[in-house]
């Protein structure tokens, strides 16, 4: 049974001491959910929200094992604050396409270990659908 949810992580300078994933409740028996709930982000720069951005995870929820993802799409958090909300429909991809320069940007990151924040940035970054056959 596809039970869909959607995990929202913030991306952005500053975010260590603040929560940086929310999380939907999932929707039972439909292939095309609608999710109209509400999420508070704290920002370090409120003024500036062009150094931020919104990773959207849609996940099909498993009880006995990790959740699958169905894809992943990327909002600047500017296109948020502009309109006030999330009105729009994303396109879902299998994974985020990486450019040389952002992928060496994550090869970075990922030889700070003991940095949370990057760790996570890394992980998120790294997100692909499994090849289903």
């Known amino acids: 049974m596809f039970r869909p949810f959607v995990e929202v992580n913030l991306i952005g300078p500053g975010t260590s001491g603040v929560k940086r994933k929310f999380t939907t409740g999932t929707k039972n028996k439909t292939y095309s959910p609608l999710f109209n709930e509400s999420f508070h982000l704290k920002i370090m720069k409120p003024n500036d929200p062009i150094d931020y951005e ?22 600047p958090l500017r296109q948020v604050v502009e309109t006030g909300s ?13 450019t040389k320069e952002n992928m060496s940007i994550v090869i970075i990151l990922s030889q700070r270990v003991h940095d949370e924040v990057a760790q996570e940035f890394v992980k998120l970054k790294k997100l692909e659908r499994a090849e289903i056959v």
Do not use: E, N
Request: one cysteine or more; a neutral charge.
């Open 54 to 75: 919104l990773q959207f995870s849609v996940k099909d929820w498993c009880l006995m094992k990790t959740d699958l993802l169905v894809g992943v799409a990327v909002m």
């Open 86 to 98: 999330i009105q729009d429909r994303l396109d879902l991809g299998r994974s985020l396409y990486l």
